[in-house]
């Protein structure tokens, strides 16, 4: 299984960015998927998932009504829409994905998530 995470940058705080993860090996729609993130000095959180069990998208709190988690199933991509960026939301982005379906209180566990992405590098600076 790999999964390629691409579209990360520099942008000014209010830009856009939106990220990418092709996968292969595995299909994306037959497991839970989600973005994680990691700045310098912290610790890797969550970002946004969506079940397989419910095919609903979950958020951090600190991105909801910014981000938006989405998945092309013909082409086996995930996506992560970025709006309204902000410098705190500078980090490395890497996506996740599972067979297993979580429940809703397990989603942002990190050790939930079997198959990583190598991780893109997102910057929020003017």
């Known amino acids: 299984v790999q999964l390629q995470a691409s579209g990360g940058g520099l942008v000014q705080p209010g830009g856009s960015l939106r990220l990418s993860c092709a996968a292969s090996g595995f299909t994306l729609l037959y497991g839970s998927i989600a973005w994680f993130r990691q700045a310098p000095g912290k610790e890797r959180e969550a970002v946004s998932c969506?079940?397989?069990?419910?095919?609903?998208?979950h958020y951090a709190e600190s991105v909801k009504g910014r981000f938006t988690i989405s998945r092309d199933n013909a082409k086996n991509i995930m996506y992560l829409q970025m709006n309204n960026l902000k410098p705190e939301d500078t980090a490395v982005y890497y996506c996740?994905?599972?067979?297993?379906?979580?429940?809703?209180?397990?989603?942002?566990?990190?050790?939930?998530?079997?198959?990583w992405g190598q991780g893109t590098q997102v910057t929020v600076s003017s």
């Open positions: 996740a994905a599972t067979g297993r379906g979580l429940i809703m209180s397990s989603w942002h566990i990190r050790t939930n998530y079997d198959y």
């Open positions: 969506i079940r397989r069990t419910s095919g609903s998208p």
